[in-house]
Each structure stands twice: as structure tokens, then as C-alpha cells.
Nanobody, 116 residues
Framework: QVQFVESGGGLVQPGGSLRLSCAAS????????ISWWRQAPGRDRELVAI????????DYADSVKGRFTISRDNAKNTVFLQMNILNPEDTAVYFC?????????WGQGTQVTVSS
């Protein structure tokens, strides 16, 4: 079955950077768009970024444009999220996701906390 393992989260000071990784298995990774989402306490899960199958097409939430970069390595079945100029509003659990067999599959998430 589809599985994702996210990593790279942690505690960072405002203005800092983190790079999240998401290793995928259980499906033909290079055939699917992959997305990063996040969920802060008490808030709905929101789409952060999405990347096309080949890695050429990307799109971002307005709140992260210019600060976050999504990328992928199809040879390693891995998608990345480079996060720069982090602020406390970026604090959330970050998940990667794919729509597979008409259902959205999720990883377990990785916690990102931005605090001084």
C-alpha cells in the first residue's frame, strides 16, 4: 500500500530554515503529482505546495510563495520541501500526500515548530 515517511522537522528560530524529506513507497512515484500539506493546532489541514510528475510544474500557497521550494527526486522516490525565512505562523505538522486510486493517502507527518 501507499506509504510515506516524512522527516526533517524540528524546532527552529524565526528566520531560520528547514528541509523536509518524504520517502514514498507502494506506488509508481514518478507517475503522480505529490503535495505537501500542513496542519496547525485548531486549524484545518491546508495545502502548502504541489509538484508535478516530472518535477517541472509547481504551485504554492500564497502564504509560502518565495520562501518555500518543493522538489523531487524520482530516482529515490523522495519529495522535498525547503523552507526558508520561517515564522511562527509556519508552526504545524507537515504531511506529504498523493491521490492514489481516487483516494488521498497521507504520511504520518513531521512536526515543525518555529519559536525563539
Amino acid at each position: 500500500q501507499v506509504q510515506f515517511v516524512e522527516s526533517g522537522g524540528g524546532l527552529v528560530q524565526p528566520g531560520g530554515s528547514l528541509r523536509l524529506s518524504c520517502a514514498a513507497s507502494g506506488f509508481t512515484f514518478s507517475n503522480y503529482d505529490i503535495s505537501w500539506w500542513r496542519q496547525a493546532p485548531g486549524r484545518d489541514r491546508e495545502l502548502v505546495a504541489i509538484i508535478g510528475k516530472s518535477g517541472v510544474g509547481t504551485d504554492y500557497a500564497d502564504s509560502v510563495k518565495g520562501r518555500f521550494t518543493i522538489s523531487r527526486d524520482n530516482a529515490k522516490n523522495t519529495v522535498f520541501l525547503q523552507m526558508n525565512i520561517l515564522n511562527p505562523e509556519d508552526t504545524a505538522v507537515y504531511f506529504c500526500s498523493v491521490i492514489y486510486n481516487r483516494r488521498r493517502a497521507w504520511g504520518q507527518g513531521t512536526q515543525v515548530t518555529v519559536s525563539s
